[in-house]
């Protein structure tokens, strides 16, 4: 069956803007979760969803960061007056949240340059 | 301060040769996973582990979790230019469903 699937593979935008990042989870899969990873680092939790519902936001790292899952399907990472720290590769995963050690399938990430 | 140290951060080998990879916390993990990286790709699980003292091997890797859980240990023998990547140690805290990934470990194996 098809994998995580994320769209655009790559955004550039300049300081200022507002982007949309989209995630396709593993159909079935209720568990689904953004990161960011930048260069040289390992990937950094921001928001995890169980169904509809933000479970855990707390890696958010400000207000300008938003995320939804109106459907319990597919999310959408939206981030305003972009700046340009946030350039980074956001991954999103999904899991079945049916096993208690949560093993997570990754997506192919959205690079985001901010100018 | 890094929850999951991994080290070494960078390794370059020749072919044939083994290696270990090393990832350490003060904290007790209830899982812990490794994941493999490829350039413009997401990680790709490899293993998880989840009872102290755990010994998992997949081919020529061989993953080992400590018995306090606050450790992981990854290695590869004989290794071929096609192991290259960066991998990847997370684990899960106790009541948590957030995965915590240490910094990697980028190997390169060289032909």
């Known amino acids: 069956g098809a994998g995580v699937s994320q769209t655009p593979s790559n955004k550039v935008t300049e300081k200022g803007k507002y982007v949309e990042l989209r995630c396709d989870p593993i159909?079935?899969?209720?568990?689904l979760y953004w990161y960011r990873q930048s260069l040289g680092q390992g990937p950094e939790f921001l928001i995890y969803?169980?169904?509809?519902?933000?479970?855990?936001d707390s890696g958010l790292p400000n207000d300008r960061f938003f995320a939804v899952r109106p459907e319990g399907s597919v999310s959408t990472l939206k981030i305003q007056r972009t700046e340009r720290g946030d350039s980074a590769v956001y991954l999103c995963?999904?899991?079945?949240?049916?096993?208690?050690?949560?093993?997570?399938?990754f997506g192919p990430g959205t690079r985001l340059t901010v100018l | 301060t890094q929850l999951l140290e991994q080290s070494p951060q960078f390794l370059s080998i020749q072919e044939g040769e083994n290696l270990t990879v090393y990832c350490n916390s003060s904290?007790?993990?209830?899982?812990l996973q490794w994941y493999r990286q490829e350039p413009g790709e997401g990680p790709v699980l490899l293993v998880t582990?989840?009872?102290?003292?755990e010994v998992k091997k997949l081919k020529r890797l061989t993953f080992q979790f400590g018995d306090a859980r606050k450790d992981s240990s990854l290695h590869i023998t004989a290794a071929q230019p096609g192991d290259t990547g960066l991998y990847l140690c997370?684990?899960?805290?106790?009541?948590?469903?957030?995965?915590?990934f240490g910094k990697g470990t980028k190997l390169t194996v060289n032909p």
């Open positions: 995963a999904s899991s079945s949240g049916q096993v208690s050690y949560n093993e997570q399938f």
């Open positions: 159909s079935g899969h209720t568990a």
């Open positions: 969803f169980q169904g509809t519902g933000a479970a855990d």
């Open positions: 904290s007790v993990f209830s899982s």
């Open positions: 582990v989840v009872t102290g003292g």
């Open positions: 997370a684990g899960l805290l106790g009541g948590s469903e957030k995965l915590v």
